[in-house]
Structure formats: structure tokens, C-alpha cells
């Protein structure tokens, strides 16, 4: 069994920053691989960087260049670092693992005003 708590999230400007947290127990972490997510109200849940145990990383178009998800496995934590927010992230974001199967946060808010 995977636990993951995200923090970081609340409201920020447009152009600002925000780094979110998730810390996983449970399991192996340096073991798993390691995402985030994210729903906006009225969409679908999304992928927005994941990264593999072996350190590779893919990122939604929409981020690219201005998101960068890290991971600290001596902490077991994984974080995303998000940049030149725009109202167009304002979501719910998940943090992600999967170990055999799909873990989910809680979610943390994230809202960018205009």
C-alpha cells in the first residue's frame, strides 16, 4: 500500500510560481514510478510530468519549459516545480505513483489569477 500527501498548493498571480510536495510511504520509492496530475473544474484528469525510476521525465506541451518535476528519494518525496503560471493551470493537481498499480493524493488547489 502507497500513501502520498501533496502540499504546496494556493493561489498565486499569473506569471508567478509555486513548487508542490508529495511525500509517498509505503513503499519502495526509489522503486516507483512518479507523476503528477492535474483537473481543472469540467475536465478530464490529465497528466502533467512523470517521471521513471531511471530518471526520465515526460511532460505535458502545455508545460513544457516552464514546469520541472523532480524527485528526492532519500526523502521520499517527489516535487513539481511550476513557473510563468497562467490562469490556464488552475486545477487540482494529484501527485501520482504507480507501484503494480495506480496510487493517488489527495490533490492539492492550485488557482492562478489574472
Given amino acids: 500500500q502507497v500513501q502520498l500527501v501533496e502540499s504546496g498548493g494556493g493561489l498565486v498571480q499569473a506569471g508567478g510560481s509555486l513548487r508542490l510536495s508529495c511525500a509517498a510511504s509505503g513503499s ?43 524527485r528526492d528519494n532519500a526523502k521520499n518525496t517527489v516535487y513539481l516545480q511550476m513557473n510563468s503560471l497562467t490562469p490556464e493551470d488552475t486545477a487540482v493537481y494529484y501527485c501520482y505513483s504507480w507501484a503494480g498499480r495506480a496510487y493517488w493524493g489527495q490533490g492539492t488547489q492550485v488557482t492562478v489569477s489574472s
Fill in 28 to 70: 519502495i520509492f526509489s522503486a516507483n514510478t512518479m507523476g503528477w496530475y492535474r483537473q481543472g473544474a469540467g475536465k478530464s484528469r490529465e497528466p502533467v510530468a512523470i517521471m521513471t525510476t531511471g530518471g526520465t521525465t515526460n511532460y505535458a506541451e502545455s508545460v513544457k519549459g516552464r514546469f520541472t518535476i523532480s
